[in-house]
């Protein structure tokens, strides 16, 4: 049995209260979503030892890009949520002049039945804020993890259990995937889905048959956009972040590196000062096939690997790989739009922004992107490229910000999780409209000059 560390345990409530979550206010449910935290913190140690693998040896990325973000995406969800939530009431500002009397009120409801399949690359972070933002709108949430996650996954479901999310309104399932698609036929409301792009095909099948909506969080092969003047020590720092954190196993790590043909040279002297003694990091089994496919490709039709030029193929191993990044690819090679969960990137050369914004807009996967350069250039870039969410001057770590949605395009999938716009994608808009006083025009017999009265009411209200 867990510690207590919530307000109120799971163990104080009635059955009548467990069965009542839905009609809980918004107010007391995104609380006791948001008390989670406050457990999370206290199972800290516990955490970071479940999701300790050969993939992720450091508990630093485990406190810094799971634990951290989660409760700081709580406590979001503790100050904004109930207020994100409540009826929006449309009075008669603005209400069209021939619905006179008529008053509306936008309910945001639960959408009941909600399957959150999680991932094996971030099993708390990920799961965990999709499954506070379906609990605080209402839904009864059921978890199932990856295989390898159960012990984070149980963690978690104990937390947001003690915290007093009721039992029934929680549940985990078991990490098969035989266990998601049963769910699915048994009936389910949503389906949110982290994953890979042939994941979400196979989920979206077992969708269709029975009309189920779904948020799909996918794949990504993310680019790396360098401009002109920018500081290269910078770059290659990023570079060598997004490919080295979390084993590079990171759907938005830098994958197209897009670099101007002046300035090639000089980021690959950067990069192999920076990543040119980089060790090797153990591969998720998952990954390991697609990664050493794309390299042997990429290589045998006259990629080289700028990090070990002389023995490129030395860099695919079975289990290990170090950093690697292929120079000399084009962009239709099959490395350059590949959603590769390893330590693995391109570099590509564009000699304007015109080609890179058709480098970047013509990927199927458009998860991310990063700009680096001059603020205004980056900006007015970053506005043409059709991503879900674009970086300036950093890379990944700017969308730990509770406040903002995540999400992609074309292949990355569709719909978003975090922010006021995730917590709003668990919920559907209800109306309530009330008609007010004795005039009910559209009720009485139909006139002789009808037609001729509502023309002369269309012209003048919209005419020009």
């Not at 996954?153 to 007093?164: P, R, V």
């Not at 990490?175 to 698609?181: E, K, L, N, V, Y």
């Not at 090797?280 to 990090?307: K, T």
């Not at 980056?378 to 506005?383: G, I, M, P, Y």
Request: charged residues 20%; aromatic residues 4%; proline residues 6%.
């Amino acid at each position: 049995m867990l510690p207590f560390f919530g307000e109120q345990s799971v163990s104080q409530m009635s059955s009548g209260d467990q069965a009542e979550w839905t009609q809980w206010s918004h107010r007391e449910r995104c609380r006791i979503v948001a008390s989670t935290r406050h457990g999370i913190a206290e199972l800290a140690e516990r955490l970071v030892e479940a999701c300790t693998s050969p993939q992720r040896t450091d508990p630093v990325e485990t406190i810094s890009a799971e634990l951290l973000p989660l409760c700081a995406a709580l406590k979001f969800i503790g100050s904004r949520g109930a207020k994100l939530l409540r009826p929006r009431t449309l009075g008669g500002w603005r209400r069209p002049l021939w619905l006179w009397g008529v008053r509306s009120e936008v309910q945001r409801v639960p959408l009941g039945e909600v399957l959150v399949l999680a991932a094996w690359n971030y099993p708390l972070l990920l799961p965990g804020v999709q499954v506070a933002q379906a609990l605080a709108a209402g839904n009864h949430v059921w978890l199932k993890p990856a295989p390898g996650c159960e012990g984070a996954a149980e963690l978690l479901i104990a937390a947001f259990h003690q915290a007093g999310v009721p039992e029934d309104a929680l549940r985990l399932l078991p990490s098969a995937p035989q266990a998601a698609i049963e769910r699915i036929q048994q009936g389910i409301d949503l389906v949110v889905l982290t994953g890979s792009a042939q994941t979400g095909r196979s989920v979206m099948t077992h969708c269709a048959s029975t009309l189920t909506p779904s948020i799909m969080e996918l794949s990504g092969c993310d680019a790396l956009i360098v401009g002109p003047g920018t500081d290269l020590r910078r770059v290659a720092d990023a570079v060598a972040f997004g490919l080295t954190f979390n084993g590079g196993a990171t759907c938005i790590g830098p994958r197209r590196i897009i670099v101007h043909p002046q300035q090639h040279r000089s980021l690959v002297e950067r990069l192999r000062a920076r990543l040119g003694d980089a060790p090797a990091q153990s591969l998720h089994p998952s990954a390991q096939a697609a990664a050493r496919a794309v390299i042997a490709e990429a290589l045998s039709r006259g990629g080289v690997n700028i990090l070990s030029p002389a023995t490129g193929a030395v860099a695919i191993a079975s289990e290990q790989m170090r950093p690697t990044i292929i120079d000399g690819a084009a962009a239709v090679w099959p490395i350059a739009s590949a959603d590769v969960f390893a330590p693995v990137a391109t570099i590509l050369q564009s000699h304007d922004d015109e080609q890179t914004v058709q480098l970047v807009n013509c990927c199927r996967y458009r998860l991310a992107a990063a700009i680096f350069g001059e603020a205004s250039w980056a900006r007015s870039l970053a506005e043409r490229l059709d991503v879900g969410h674009v970086s300036i001057n950093d890379v990944i770590f700017p969308t730990a910000d509770p406040r903002v949605p995540f999400g992609g395009c074309g292949d990355s999938g569709f719909g978003v999780t975090r922010g006021a716009e995730g917590l709003l994608a668990m919920t559907r808009p209800k109306v309530i409209a009330r008609h007010h006083g004795r005039l009910f025009l559209h009720l009485r017999p139909r006139q002789a000059n009808d037609a001729a009265r509502l023309m002369r009411a269309l012209k003048l209200l919209h005419g020009r």
